[in-house]
């Protein structure tokens, strides 16, 4: 089984700085690709940033210069830097994994489309 489990949301001040971190549990052989979504109140959930496995990055034209994705291919996890935060940034942010090679009992399988359970940022002005 996979799981994705987030840490790092707060509040936080403009011009403030948070990092948040996911880690995909489960015995895992691989993942294609990760990345971070975000939901404001009354807004469709949008892509903030995604990263693959051989570290090609992706970003939001909102974010780009701000946050930074990176990601642990050994350990399994993935964190979203983010800097210089402003109160459009506040959000539920939702960790996101896809193409994940996993052992399940005597064998490898492979899933897709796996969400971690969010975590909210507050920017206060």
């Known amino acids: 089984q996979v799981q994705l489990v987030e840490s790092g949301g707060g509040l936080v001040q403009a011009g403030g700085s948070l990092r948040l971190a996911c880690a995909v549990s489960g015995t895992i052989f691989s993942i294609d690709v990760t990345g971070w979504y975000r939901q404001a109140p009354g807004k469709q959930r949008e892509l903030v940033a995604t990263?693959?496995?051989?570290?090609?990055?992706n970003y939001a034209d909102s974010v780009k210069g701000r946050f930074t994705i990176s990601r642990d291919n050994a350990k399994n996890t993935v964190s979203l830097q983010m800097n210089s935060l402003k109160p459009e940034d506040t959000a539920v942010y939702y960790c996101?994994?896809?193409?994940?090679?996993?052992?399940?009992?005597?064998?490898?399988?492979?899933?897709?489309?796996?969400w971690g359970q969010g975590t909210q940022v507050t920017v206060s002005s």
């Open positions: 996101t994994a896809d193409a994940i090679t996993y052992k399940y009992g005597p064998k490898f399988v492979r899933g897709y489309d796996y």
């Open positions: 990263i693959t496995s051989d570290g090609s990055t």
